[in-house]
Protein backbone atom coordinates (compact mmCIF):
# COMPACT_ATOMS: atom_id res chain seq x y z
CA UNK A 1 0.00 0.00 0.00
CA UNK A 2 1.51 3.39 -1.32
CA UNK A 3 1.78 6.15 1.06
CA UNK A 4 -0.79 8.07 -0.81
CA UNK A 5 -3.58 5.52 -0.18
CA UNK A 6 -2.69 5.37 3.64
CA UNK A 7 -3.43 9.08 4.45
CA UNK A 8 -5.81 9.57 1.52
CA UNK A 9 -8.46 11.77 3.38
CA UNK A 10 -5.43 14.51 3.71
CA UNK A 11 -6.33 14.88 0.17
CA UNK A 12 -9.83 16.30 1.36
CA UNK A 13 -9.07 19.88 1.64
CA UNK A 14 -11.01 22.16 3.98
CA UNK A 15 -9.07 24.49 5.99
CA UNK A 16 -7.71 27.86 4.88
CA UNK A 17 -4.17 27.16 4.71
CA UNK A 18 -4.84 24.05 2.05
CA UNK A 19 -7.34 26.48 0.08
CA UNK A 20 -4.68 29.14 -0.10
CA UNK A 21 -2.00 26.45 -1.44
CA UNK A 22 -4.18 25.00 -3.74
CA UNK A 23 -5.19 28.73 -5.09
CA UNK A 24 -1.17 30.02 -5.08
CA UNK A 25 -0.11 26.76 -7.18
CA UNK A 26 -2.80 26.84 -9.47
CA UNK A 27 -2.08 28.36 -13.02
CA UNK A 28 -3.72 26.49 -15.57
CA UNK A 29 -7.12 25.26 -15.13
CA UNK A 30 -9.42 23.09 -16.89
CA UNK A 31 -13.14 24.20 -16.27
CA UNK A 32 -15.29 21.24 -16.51
CA UNK A 33 -18.63 21.58 -17.55
CA UNK A 34 -18.24 25.61 -19.08
CA UNK A 35 -21.03 27.29 -20.09
CA UNK A 36 -21.01 29.79 -23.24
CA UNK A 37 -21.12 33.62 -22.61
CA UNK A 38 -25.09 33.36 -23.67
CA UNK A 39 -25.60 31.19 -20.93
CA UNK A 40 -25.35 34.37 -17.97
CA UNK A 41 -24.81 31.35 -15.89
CA UNK A 42 -22.26 30.87 -13.04
CA UNK A 43 -20.47 27.82 -14.94
CA UNK A 44 -19.31 30.54 -17.74
CA UNK A 45 -19.28 33.56 -15.43
CA UNK A 46 -17.02 32.25 -12.80
CA UNK A 47 -14.17 31.34 -15.05
CA UNK A 48 -14.38 34.53 -16.82
CA UNK A 49 -14.00 36.71 -14.18
CA UNK A 50 -10.83 33.86 -12.98
CA UNK A 51 -9.81 34.70 -16.31
CA UNK A 52 -9.64 38.15 -15.78
CA UNK A 53 -7.70 37.74 -12.81
CA UNK A 54 -4.45 36.04 -14.61
CA UNK A 55 -5.63 32.46 -14.45
CA UNK A 56 -5.40 30.03 -17.53
CA UNK A 57 -8.90 29.01 -18.48
CA UNK A 58 -8.86 25.92 -20.52
CA UNK A 59 -12.71 25.14 -21.43
CA UNK A 60 -14.09 21.70 -20.95
CA UNK A 61 -17.57 21.75 -22.07
CA UNK A 62 -20.19 19.03 -21.60
CA UNK A 63 -22.80 20.41 -23.51
CA UNK A 64 -22.32 22.41 -26.92
CA UNK A 65 -20.93 20.05 -29.36
CA UNK A 66 -20.56 23.00 -32.47
CA UNK A 67 -18.78 25.25 -30.09
CA UNK A 68 -14.81 25.30 -30.61
CA UNK A 69 -13.65 28.46 -28.43
CA UNK A 70 -14.69 29.90 -24.94
CA UNK A 71 -13.58 32.52 -23.40
CA UNK A 72 -11.01 32.79 -26.45
CA UNK A 73 -9.67 29.47 -25.38
CA UNK A 74 -9.72 26.50 -27.76
CA UNK A 75 -12.21 23.69 -26.02
CA UNK A 76 -11.28 20.61 -25.54
CA UNK A 77 -13.86 17.84 -25.07
CA UNK A 78 -12.01 15.79 -22.69
CA UNK A 79 -9.43 16.73 -19.98
CA UNK A 80 -7.34 14.01 -21.42
CA UNK A 81 -6.71 15.85 -24.59
CA UNK A 82 -5.52 18.99 -23.28
CA UNK A 83 -1.83 19.30 -23.93
CA UNK A 84 0.17 19.37 -21.44
CA UNK A 85 -0.02 19.69 -16.93
CA UNK A 86 -3.22 20.43 -15.76
CA UNK A 87 -2.96 22.31 -11.83
CA UNK A 88 -6.57 22.32 -11.54
CA UNK A 89 -9.78 20.91 -12.64
CA UNK A 90 -12.62 23.41 -11.98
CA UNK A 91 -15.65 20.91 -11.82
CA UNK A 92 -19.26 22.51 -12.51
CA UNK A 93 -21.56 19.34 -12.49
CA UNK A 94 -24.28 17.90 -10.59
CA UNK A 95 -22.95 15.82 -7.98
CA UNK A 96 -24.34 12.46 -9.77
CA UNK A 97 -22.87 13.44 -13.10
CA UNK A 98 -19.39 13.72 -11.51
CA UNK A 99 -18.21 9.87 -11.45
CA UNK A 100 -18.76 9.29 -15.43
CA UNK A 101 -15.71 12.19 -15.40
CA UNK A 102 -13.65 10.51 -12.83
CA UNK A 103 -11.26 8.53 -15.30
CA UNK A 104 -10.82 11.24 -17.65
CA UNK A 105 -9.92 13.36 -14.55
CA UNK A 106 -7.69 10.61 -13.06
CA UNK A 107 -5.94 9.84 -16.63
CA UNK A 108 -5.26 14.01 -16.43
CA UNK A 109 -3.77 13.73 -12.71
CA UNK A 110 -3.95 17.73 -11.98
CA UNK A 111 -2.61 18.55 -8.46
CA UNK A 112 -6.38 19.58 -7.56
CA UNK A 113 -10.26 19.08 -8.61
CA UNK A 114 -12.31 21.91 -7.34
CA UNK A 115 -15.87 21.15 -6.78
CA UNK A 116 -18.23 24.29 -6.97
CA UNK A 117 -20.28 25.52 -4.30
CA UNK A 118 -23.03 23.45 -3.78
CA UNK A 119 -21.62 20.25 -5.69
CA UNK A 120 -20.69 17.65 -3.11
CA UNK A 121 -20.07 14.23 -3.99
CA UNK A 122 -17.82 12.12 -1.23
CA UNK A 123 -17.58 8.96 -3.27
CA UNK A 124 -16.07 10.96 -6.00
CA UNK A 125 -13.84 13.04 -3.53
CA UNK A 126 -12.83 9.47 -2.04
CA UNK A 127 -11.49 8.48 -5.55
CA UNK A 128 -9.48 11.10 -6.52
CA UNK A 129 -8.14 11.81 -2.85
CA UNK A 130 -7.23 8.05 -2.91
CA UNK A 131 -5.22 8.44 -6.34
CA UNK A 132 -3.32 11.48 -4.25
CA UNK A 133 -5.08 14.03 -5.82
CA UNK A 134 -6.27 17.18 -3.86
CA UNK A 135 -9.98 17.49 -3.67
CA UNK A 136 -12.30 20.48 -2.54
CA UNK A 137 -16.03 20.55 -2.08
CA UNK A 138 -18.85 22.83 -1.65
CA UNK A 139 -16.67 26.20 -2.29
CA UNK A 140 -16.60 28.72 -4.97
CA UNK A 141 -12.88 28.71 -6.68
CA UNK A 142 -14.00 32.79 -7.46
CA UNK A 143 -14.95 33.60 -3.90
CA UNK A 144 -12.07 31.68 -2.22
CA UNK A 145 -9.05 33.39 -4.52
CA UNK A 146 -10.51 36.64 -4.19
CA UNK A 147 -10.50 36.21 -0.43
CA UNK A 148 -6.85 35.16 -0.37
CA UNK A 149 -6.07 38.13 -2.61
CA UNK A 150 -5.53 36.57 -6.06
Known amino acids: MTHAATDWRAHLVEDDAGLRRIIEQSHRIAVLGIKTADSGQSAYLIPEALQKSGFEIIPVPVYYPEVTEILGQQVYRTLAAIPGPVDLVDVFRRPKDIPQHLDD ?46
Open 105 to 150: IIAKRPKAVWFQLGIRNDEAAERLAREGIDVVQDRCLMVEARRIGR
